[in-house]
């Protein structure tokens, strides 16, 4: 990534976390390669969470899920940005030139109810899709990694993204493009060596870990859609 890639001035960015851990919160490398790919432009940011309970609590040594006791998705995702966070409802666009958000089951359970519910019955949290409504509305930059786009088809219908590819053995989630497609989202294939772009609504899109490769590979992933 070259480090000559510089900006008209400074922009300060909302990133939006959905707790701390792939498989109940958000993913850490992604979070903390938007994090540090924002800082290398110069860029400032500050972190959103819901202020709720996380649906269940997920041991991360053996894969097995708990509802108690219960956490909250706020707090948990202040781990990752040192304390530093607010509820999602005190968001105002107005005071932010994009909003980005990474990946990780917990972005499925938490802002959405897509892994429980699935395709047919999921819905959105309210205040998660306020903000990414806003986003849109604005004319903002939204930058989503991972499974975080399959946000999009309950904020507005045809819009351009990826979620990976709907085949391939590295692509261990292609039932989740599927899916998209079938809402009725401009899926475009894309593998974690380049980003999928909608110039028309400025949301830009990168597989990340929807692809089966290493924590290098998606931090440079990021900071393709960073650059961007």
């Known amino acids: 990534i070259s480090s000559s890639i510089t900006m008209s001035s400074p922009k300060h960015v909302a990133l939006l976390l959905a707790g ?7 993913e850490c490398t ?4 938007l994090m540090l790919h924002l800082e290398r432009h110069g860029c400032t940011f500050d972190a959103f969470a819901p202020d709720k309970d996380q649906v269940h609590t997920v041991d991360h040594t053996a894969g097995s899920a708990a509802e108690e006791p219960k956490r909250n998705v706020m707090v948990e995702s202040a781990r990752i940005v040192r304390g530093n966070i607010q509820d999602v409802k ?4 107005k005071k932010y ?4 958000a990474p990946g990780g089951f917990g972005a499925m359970k938490n802002w959405c109810t897509y892994a429980i519910d699935g395709v047919e019955k999921y819905e959105i949290d309210a205040d998660v899709k306020k903000m990414l409504s806003d986003c849109l509305d604005a004319k903002k930059v939204l930058g989503l990694t991972c499974i ?3 946000l999009l088809p309950k904020v507005r ?3 351009k993204f990826t979620l990976g590819k709907t085949t391939g053995d590295n692509f261990p989630y292609v ?9 009725g989202a401009n899926h475009v294939e894309c593998d974690n060596k380049d980003i999928v772009v909608d110039e028309e609504n400025k949301i830009v899109t990168c597989p990340a870990f929807m ?5 290098y590979a998606v931090f440079m992933n990021i900071g393709q859609l960073v650059d961007k």
Do not use: N
Not at 21 to 26: K, W
Not at 30 to 33: D, G, K, L, R, T
Not at 176 to 181: F, K, L, Q, V
């Open 20 to 26: 701390c851990g792939v498989y109940d919160g958000s």
């Open 30 to 33: 992604e979070a903390v390669s």
């Open 90 to 93: 005190k968001f105002d666009i």
């Open 97 to 100: 030139d994009a909003v980005v």
């Open 148 to 150: 975080a786009p399959m």
């Open 157 to 159: 219908s045809g819009l």
């Open 175 to 183: 039932g989740t493009a599927t899916d998209a497609i079938s809402l």
């Open 211 to 215: 692809q089966d490769d290493t924590y």
